[in-house]
């Protein structure tokens, strides 16, 4: 079982930065890829950003790609995204997941957080 708690969401002028951490607890972090979806009103989750389990390969979805960087610290068993040039469609509730696979757009994580709101003002 892995547990994730989310924090750093909040409201944030457009053009501004965030960065969202995701602490992981239970089984052995560096065994799971790590994943960032959102879910804006109204719409699917969809996925935003993945780091695989040794930390070499990430993915990003075309809208962030440039902007958002994913990374995780093993020591601290925490996974970021550092979110930047933050636009209003940017808003969102932001997911953290892990699964022990591959995670992708279509990858239905085996495990998610709770979430954390990110509103970008324009």
């Known amino acids: 079982q892995v547990q994730l708690v989310e924090s750093g969401g909040g409201l944030v002028q457009a053009g501004g930065s965030l960065r969202l951490s995701c602490a992981a607890s239970?089984?052995?972090?560096?065994?799971?890829?790590m994943g960032w979806f959102r879910q804006a009103p109204g719409k699917r989750r969809e996925f935003v950003a993945a780091?695989?389990?040794?930390?070499?390969?990430?993915y990003y979805a075309d809208s962030v790609k440039g902007r958002f960087t994913i990374s995780r610290d093993y020591a601290k068993n925490t996974v970021y995204l550092s979110m930047d040039s933050l636009k209003p469609e940017d808003t969102a509730v932001y997911y953290c997941?892990?699964?022990?696979?591959?995670?992708?757009?279509?990858?239905?994580?085996?495990?998610w957080g709770q979430g954390t709101q990110v509103t970008v003002s324009s």
């Open positions: 780091i695989n389990w040794s930390g070499g390969s990430t």
């Open positions: 239970g089984r052995t972090f560096s065994s799971y890829a």
């Open positions: 997941a892990a699964d022990r696979g591959v995670i992708t757009p279509a990858t239905m994580a085996e495990y």
